[in-house]
């Protein structure tokens, strides 16, 4: 018999839009425990971004802990029971893609929706304040430590410690995040492959997925031997998962070949679409649409000229990509031989950092980074750009 969860979930605006963030809950139906909590801080964005990305999260962490169980969701904002309900239309543009995020975590016929009140809502909506509170001190939310320091379960993207001699408490003198938690089992671990150079890659073009869509250099091929002999040697690939653009098929071809396994094509794992941007330098795009730029750097809801896709857009089918091979590959290691922007926004997501943090980190061409994801939703940064193995 399949289990039942309850997820309740809420999402506020300090003005709208205004400072945001969501807060959301997964109970057990039979028992009323609660089972997960998950909130961020969104920055700027309006009421009702705010809920859906609660939605997204509670059903997320529902899935997490039970990809088979059925789903009752309830919330205080008819606006968003009736749409997902399928009884109003989605009109507003920037809602349709949450829908549809939404829809794409939970089959159909495993989630319905009920609408309650505002005062029975309460536990969602101190957790969304409690998010909100967070990031107008600087902070990004992370769950309390009940007595006897263990957290609930399905707290967001929070590190559990590899080894206690690199662990640190926290500055409140609280356990770090993850210790005195029950044993979890293994984590599903996604090792990231950045592919090997192409003739765009030294000259730093942009070059995503709505370019020409280069294939490796004679470089790159040398990079792609090189990693596929240091993967070889530890041994702990299970299975291997590459974007569909020709420079990552050609990487994940050559590793699948040495490790003796078939390469698994994932749509949601291709690069960011750069439009009218693609082929050329920064300085280019700088000469050439400076205002576009400046705005692109600025927020990461903005796309760049021409039809491409923001980092923001990006992140949902990123995050939905990773729910889908967590689902698909628990307790296993699987390589994912992605891009610059995928790998980074699973790093940004694991460490609950800002959506501008996308812009402080460095990702070699073939270099390797490892992320550990556990039954109770926290993730884990085990690597970052290690390249040991191209010297």
Known sequence: MA???????????RGNPGPAGYGALVRDAETGETLAEVAEYLGTA??????????????????ALDPAAEVRVRMDSKL????????WKIKHPDMRPLAAEAKAIVPPGQVDYEWIPREDNKHAD????????????????????????????????????????????????????????ADLGTPATFVLLRHGETPLTPEKRFSGS????????????????????ALAARGTIQAVVASPLRRCRETAEVVARRLGLEVRVEEGLRETDFGAWEGLTFAEVKERYPDDLDAWLASTEVAPTGGGESFAAVTRRVAL?????????????????????????????????PPQSLFRMELSAASLTAVAYYGDGNASL?????TAHLR
């Open 80 to 87: 968003v029971i009736e749409q997902m309900s399928g009884r």
């Open 3 to 13: 289990r039942r969860f309850i997820v309740e979930a809420d999402g506020g605006s």
């Open 46 to 63: 309006t009421n009702n971004v705010a809920e859906y990305k609660g939605l997204i999260a509670g059903l997320r962490a529902a899935h």
């Open 321 to 353: 990509s990773r729910d889908k091979l967590i689902a698909r590959y628990p307790g296993r290691t699987v390589l994912l031989v992605t891009h610059v922007t995928p790998i980074k926004t699973l790093v940004r997501l694991a460490l609950g950092a």
């Open 382 to 386: 085990r690597l970052l750009n290690e």
């Open 126 to 181: 101190r957790l969304a304040n409690e998010a909100m509170d967070a990031g107008k001190r600087g902070e990004q939310w992370r769950p309390k430590v009940p007595p006897g320091g263990t957290l609930a379960a399905g707290a967001p993207e929070a590190a559990a410690p590899a080894d206690d001699a690199l662990a640190e408490p926290a500055a409140t003198g609280a356990p770090a995040v993850g210790w005195g938690a």
């Open 210 to 229: 709505g370019g020409t869509d280069p294939g490796l250099s004679d470089v790159g091929r040398l990079q792609a031997e090189r990693v596929a002999a």
